[in-house]
């Protein structure tokens, strides 16, 4: 099957559900293109900082074809249509068009599915009230308006909707008004393939090995972008309430130039605290490695990227629910200590790693991981999810 995906965001180099799109639909032999933006640093993108200088190009990932393309307009950084892909879409031909989030290259995909009416198109969906939508220009102009204007006329060409959380859901229903009919959730998988890889390589104990740890170490995974709404400084805290077990913190990622500050605070927080240590950006095999090596995985307040990575790796989670991004629908075999929001507390959170690092807990909540990751996270089988509407005559139209 030929696959055009467009989104706003692709490095080949990270975790995001685009790469592993690309990685898995390769692996079971369907022919893939990407259009993107011309954005390269993960920092310029969430930061809005882009140069209308940057040049198109097309590269190769895992044999699909990336072709970043300039705008032919940016409106503030938040409605941005790439040059015309009329042409694009003709040249490769696809069977399907997966479209990340609202786009507004819509018209020239559904113009595409009136020539071409046997090809199929779905959307998955990012935003929530938690990430989005966080004040009234923004919930009544941009998304209430704008962007609905681009989905209620890509909805009747829309095969499905897959948000990737239950709370884009409701924010889909509510301001946009799409029927939950139309919807299903599609979470964001994980890299099953590489995480089994590397255990069975034993890449985790040699990384033990190397930095000086021992089996009797418990250490805690946690990392991503470093934020202060990602309160890491509380796991610092819990863990100082923790003198009697031998815990040790690996944090992989690194700040944005607007949060140096925030970084300097945590480093100045772990000083002479040797079972603390920074490992900054780490590429897609050794975030797995280091997940490998790990015995579970914290983060005290707000979603990150890495969640199912670290339950693909069978880490027990202890996650805060900061509201309307909710873990519990991952939490299928009790693998997850959730804290609501009144809960995200240094005390609180040290309560929950001396639950889950009580030998029988910990057991117990890695089984259930790898059963999660295996039913739910796996792209083996969620991209089938995606294909069906290819593959079993299913109408193109809800």
């Not at 009747?156 to 959380?165: A, G």
């Not at 995985?297 to 996650?319: C, E, F, N, Y």
Request: charged fraction near 25%; include cysteine.
């Amino acid at each position: 099957m030929k696959i055009v995906m467009i989104c706003e965001f692709y490095n080949e180099t990270l975790e995001y559900q685009e790469n592993l799109l690309v990685k898995y639909y390769r692996k079971h032999g369907h022919d893939v293109t990407v259009l993107t933006s011309t954005f390269d640093s993960v920092f310029d993108y969430y930061n809005d900082r882009h140069d209308s200088r940057w040049p198109a190009r097309t590269f190769l990932d895992h044999g699909a074809k990336i072709m970043k393309l300039r705008y032919r307009y940016n409106l503030l950084n938040r409605l941005r249509a790439y040059t015309r892909i009329d042409s694009i879409l003709e040249d490769e031909k696809p069977d399907l068009i997966y479209v990340h989030d609202i786009s507004p290259n819509f018209p020239e995909c559904i113009a595409y599915l009136k020539r071409h009416p046997e090809c199929r198109m779905i959307m998955d969906y990012h935003a929530d009230y938690s990430n989005s939508g966080k004040n009234w220009l923004s919930l009544t102009i941009l998304h209430g308006v704008l962007r609905k204007w681009f989905l209620d006329r890509a909805r009747p060409y829309l095969s499905r909707i897959f948000p990737i959380v239950p709370a884009g859901v409701t924010f889909l229903h509510e301001i946009y008004k799409v029927p939950h009919e139309e919807m299903e959730v599609l979470p964001l998988g994980c890299d099953i393939d590489l995480a089994r890889d590397i255990a069975a390589r034993g890449e985790g104990r040699k990384l033990r090995a190397r930095m000086g740890l021992s089996d009797s170490d418990i250490v805690i995974f946690t990392g991503g972008k470093l934020a202060p709404y990602k309160k890491t400084e509380l796991l610092f805290e819990a863990v100082a309430m923790l003198p009697h077990l031998p815990l040790q913190v690996v944090v992989v990622g690194e700040a944005s130039e607007s949060d140096a500050a925030y970084r300097q605070r945590l480093k100045s927080m772990t000083e002479g605290r040797s079972n603390i240590r920074f490992v900054g950006w780490l590429g897609r095999e050794d975030i797995y490695t280091y997940l490998n090596m790990a015995d579970l995985a914290v983060w005290p307040a707000s979603q990150s990227i890495m969640w199912q990575a670290a339950i693909g790796s069978g880490l027990p989670l202890i996650v805060g629910n900061v509201g309307h991004q909710s873990i519990s629908y991952l939490n299928l075999e009790r693998n997850i200590i959730i804290l609501e929001r009144d809960e995200i507390r240094a005390d609180r959170l040290a309560a929950a790693i001396a639950e889950a690092t009580r030998p029988d807990r910990l057991r117990e909540m890695r089984e259930g991981a790898l059963r999660v990751a295996d039913e739910h996270l796996n792209w083996n089988r969620l991209i089938e999810r995606t294909l069906r509407y290819n593959t079993t005559g299913t109408s193109a139209r809800p």
